[in-house]
């Protein structure tokens, strides 16, 4: 589905931030990305979903046999990349629900096919609403405006579950959360997930993949994967820290 | 080169001779004349046109009418124009006159009629000597050459205790092909006590030829009554546009006055509020959308003279590519003016490197126990927010207008009329180039 091929990334003033990642993602997958802070994951996020800041200067990201990195954030979107921001932005004066409204219209416009129904779409939001326990009132507020940092996680989450998008990229959706939003949040991921879509966690915590489990886990630093393995790498990575992964691949 | 004024005031004598009326216009015309005379245009030295030049409109030698041409328009071709999914009383001009065919009047609940055959008839005689070239200010230039050479607009008298069955409807059509033309409009309008009435007003060009609009409206609005007043700005790139409006208020009034700017080459609003009672309620709104090298320029000023009052006055912009918007908002709060709430908001968005916005607040305060606040605010478009929304799938374009959308929304908060709403977002959204159901 996804396949990242010797990716190099840098920022406007030219400093490198991936330096060669390599991934593949099959449908069906649960992959995460660990590592410590500044090892390049929030940037690896957002070169998929094609922010700009970026500049991708070597290697290729294909997603579904189609060169990503010549499409535009809101193309990559339409084609069934959500990425899940680790600081959802703040929208005054647009309400949540006529945004995913008028996301779900823009991308069904895309994809050739009609608009969805007023009937259907408030169906939809009800369900997931009520499945995220997101109170009525919450829909009908500006986007993300004055919202905690759990409601803001929640929303993400509820919108990715209305998009219903091939992959889905969560950037540090744990962080402002609580134990009991944590597991309405890994709940509701785990309600999307099927054996055609595929997840990837970036998580600088375990905590969160004890609820999403993860099939694959590699370790970030320093804008290179330096280790990949199965779910326990992750417990491994909580009791012993980083520090030995990034010795063992420096020798 | 041509010397504007000059031949305006030697054409007075001709014109004036033509459009006699009675006495006592006669003499206002001539005292405006020599007023202008004395003026003369505003100039960039001018505080209040420093960042609005006229010089570039006043090269252009105006016809004062576009007397040769024949008016060949049918409602069909303007209905575009009205909000014509409402009932309405209609008032309309072409080229400086009275169309009868286009209009809907009455002198029924109340008169809904124009000026120049008002002013002919006993029966509106007080009310006209009463208040026509009372309210608005005698000494300046642009207002005395309107005096001068005016010869049409809208008269509006709402008597007291009417709440006026449906809005009234302003139309200026010009469809001038053969030459540049300087058109004068007047009105005036009057609500006597405890009445109300909704009005809208919109000067149109239909053909490709220059024209400028010196337009003056003077308005009193009695004891207790409300008013509440639209003006939609869409013009052409080629058609001018310099407004002058005066508003005054007895006690216990409420006007609300919403001028929506979004086309025209230059548009110079020039909007006073003088309240002269207690419990005065003034509500001044506008939205600004404009690109190429479009001009427009608020300039409001509010003056309080009773205690118990409140002024709320917000207006934003975007402006694109190389457009120009000014905004210049004064609040004079007289020692009496005790308990007084003034609210003014000037926010702005600029969309590139070249647009540009000259803002000023000016609060002079002479009472003590009062509530005066301002602020202005010049920005850009989030581009975090911008990603954030594309990758939500929505376009950068229809990103980019939602979040414009949101920024005018207060604004539009205020709009009474849904109708009227419903228009603004269309005109909104064409602006902005975008197919979006804003009222999802």
């Known amino acids: ?251 | 080169m041509i010397d504007l004024k000059e031949n305006l005031v030697s054409r007075h004598l001709v014109f004036n001779e033509k459009n006699q009326k009675n006495k006592w216009i006669d003499d206002l015309r001539h005292e405006a004349i020599e007023i202008f005379d004395k003026e003369g245009f505003p100039n960039k030295k001018n505080e209040e046109w420093k960042y609005t030049n006229l010089a570039p409109l006043l090269k252009t030698d105006y016809k004062l009418f576009p007397e040769s041409e024949e008016i060949s328009i049918g409602y069909q071709d303007v209905k575009r124009y009205f909000i014509h999914d409402m009932d309405a009383y209609n008032i309309v001009f072409v080229n400086g006159v009275y169309s009868s065919y286009m209009s809907d009047t009455t002198h029924e609940e109340a008169d809904i009629c124009v000026l120049s055959s008002a002013m002919n008839k006993m029966v509106h005689q007080s009310v006209i000597e009463n208040y026509y070239s009372k309210i608005a200010s005698k000494d300046d230039g642009l207002i005395s050459l309107n005096t001068a050479f005016f010869k049409d607009g809208a008269y509006i008298y709402v008597p007291d205790k009417v709440v006026l069955s449906k809005p009234v409807q302003i139309m200026f059509f010009s469809t001038a092909k053969e030459n540049e033309v300087m058109y004068h409009p007047r009105n005036l309008i009057v609500l006597g006590n405890n009445s109300q009435a909704q009005i809208i007003e919109r000067h149109q060009t239909l053909n490709g030829k220059a024209n400028l609009t010196n337009s003056v409206t003077e308005i009193h609005v009695g004891k207790n009554s409300e008013l509440d007043y639209y003006k939609i700005q869409n013009d052409t790139e080629e058609a001018s546009l310099i407004d002058n409006t005066f508003v005054e208020q007895e006690r216990d009034s409420r006007v609300s006055f919403q001028t929506f700017s979004f086309g025209g080459k230059l548009t110079r609003n020039n909007l006073n509020f003088v309240q002269n009672g207690e419990n005065c309620n003034s509500l001044l709104n506008g939205v600004t959308v404009i690109g190429g090298s479009q001009h427009v320029d608020h300039h409001t000023k509010v003056v309080h003279k009773f205690p118990n009052c409140e002024s709320h006055e917000l207006y934003k912009g975007i402006y694109d590519e190389n457009s120009h918007g000014v905004f210049n908002g004064k609040v004079f709060v007289h020692p009496e003016a005790q308990k007084l709430n003034a609210f003014q908001q000037n926010n702005n968005v600029l969309l590139t490197d070249k647009a540009e916005i000259d803002t000023k607040p000016q609060l002079e305060i002479f009472a003590d126990d009062v509530k005066c606040s301002h602020g202005c605010t010049v920005g850009q478009l989030d581009e975090t927010a911008l990603f954030y929304m594309q990758q939500r799938g929505i376009p950068k374009k229809e990103a980019k207008a939602l979040l414009l959308y949101a920024f005018a929304a207060d604004v539009l908060e205020h709009v009474q009329l849904p109708q009227i709403k419903k228009r603004i977002t269309t005109l909104i959204a064409q602006k902005l180039g975008v197919k979006i159901d804003f009222d999802l």
């Open chain 1, 1 to 251: 589905m996804l396949t990242i091929s010797n990716l190099h990334a840098q920022i406007e003033d030219g400093a490198e931030i991936l330096k060669g990642i390599n991934l593949e993602i099959k449908p069906g997958e649960v992959h995460a990305i660990m590592g410590p802070n500044g090892s390049g994951k929030s940037t690896l996020s957002s070169v998929i979903a094609g922010k700009e800041d970026y500049e991708v200067t070597q290697g290729e990201i294909d997603f579904e046999n189609e060169n990503l990195l010549e499409m535009g954030p809101d193309e990559r979107a339409h084609k069934g990349i959500f990425l899940s921001f680790q600081y959802p932005v703040e929208i005054p004066g647009v309400t949540v629900t006529n945004f995913i409204k008028t996301a779900i219209n823009e991308t069904r416009k895309a994809q050739g096919l009609e608009e969805m129904g007023a009937s259907e779409m408030l169906r939809l939001i009800r369900e997931n609403a009520e499945k995220l326990g997101i109170r009525k009132d919450f829909l009908s507020r500006s986007l993300n405006e004055g919202f905690s940092g759990g409601e803001k996680k929640r929303n993400e989450i509820f919108q990715m579950m209305m998009l219903n998008p091939k992959l889905a990229i969560l950037d540090e959706t744990d962080s402002g959360l609580d134990i009991d939003a944590l597991r309405i949040v890994a709940d509701g991921v785990n309600a999307f997930k099927n054996e055609n879509n595929a997840v990837l966690v970036i998580t600088h915590y375990q905590r969160l993949l004890d609820y999403i489990v993860p099939d694959f886990v590699h370790v970030l630093s320093n804008g290179k994967i330096i280790k990949s393995g199965g779910k326990e790498l992750a417990h491994e990575l909580e009791a012993r820290g980083y520090d030995w992964v990034i010795e063992e691949a420096a020798i």
